[in-house]
C-alpha cells in the first residue's frame, strides 16, 4: 500500500501499521492484495507522548493484528472495547518505529519506484529505467536521492 500523509509518501509493508494523527490530511493506494483495517478513534485515546503527535509507522505483531481486527468488530460491547482499546495502546507504547519505503516525489523516479514495490523481482538496473524514460542515469539517481534519501540501490 502507498500512502501519502501531509505530503510525504511511504510504501508500507505486510505487518506493517501507520498511526495517522486526528486531522493530519492523507490519501492512500493500495497496490497489491491483502487486508486493510482502518480504525478511527477521539484523538484523547491516543497513546501517551510526543510521538504520536506526528505519523508513525511500526511494526504489528500477531496479537496487535488480532487486537486491532477485535476492535473493528461490528456491535463490540464498550467494555470489550476499552480493555482492547487498552491493550493496542500499551502494545503502542513498547512498539518500536518500523521503517516505511519512501516513494520519490519526482515523476519519473515514482513511476520506477511504483513498478518495482508491483513487481519486486524485476531484473532492470537504473540504466535500464532511465533509457525507457529517456533520461539520463545521473537525473534518475538524483531524483530518487532527492525524493527519498536514499539511492535506487539502497
Not at 25 to 30: G, R
Not at 51 to 66: E, H, I, N, P
Not at 86 to 98: F, G, I, K, Q, Y
Request: proline share 7%; aromatic share 4%; hydrophobic share 40%.
Amino acid at each position: 500500500m502507498t500512502l501519502t500523509v501531509d505530503g510525504s509518501t511511504l510504501s508500507l509493508r505486510g505487518h506493517q501499521l501507520v498511526w495517522i494523527p486526528a486531522h493530519a490530511p492523507h490519501a492512500m493506494t493500495i497496490v497489491e492484495g491483502g487486508q486493510l483495517i482502518s480504525l478511527y478513534a477521539a484523538s484523547t485515546l491516543r497513546p501517551v507522548g510526543d510521538r504520536w503527535s506526528r505519523t508513525q509507522v511500526v511494526g504489528v505483531d500477531d496479537l496487535m493484528g488480532a487486537a486491532l481486527r477485535h476492535l473493528g468488530t461490528p456491535g463490540l460491547s464498550p467494555a470489550r472495547q476499552g480493555l482492547c482499546h487498552r491493550l493496542v495502546v500499551d502494545l503502542l507504547n513498547d512498539s518500536e518505529p518500523s521503517p516505511a519505503l519512501s516513494t520519490p516525489t519526482d515523476p519519473r523516479a515514482r513511476t520506477v519506484a511504483e513498478t518495482l514495490v508491483a513487481d519486486p523481482a524485476d531484473p532492470r538496473e537504473l540504466r535500464d529505467f532511465a533509457d525507457h524514460l529517456g533520461i539520463s542515469e545521473k537525473t534518475l539517481s538524483r531524483a530518487f536521492r532527492a525524493g527519498t534519501g536514499s539511492t535506487f540501490r539502497q
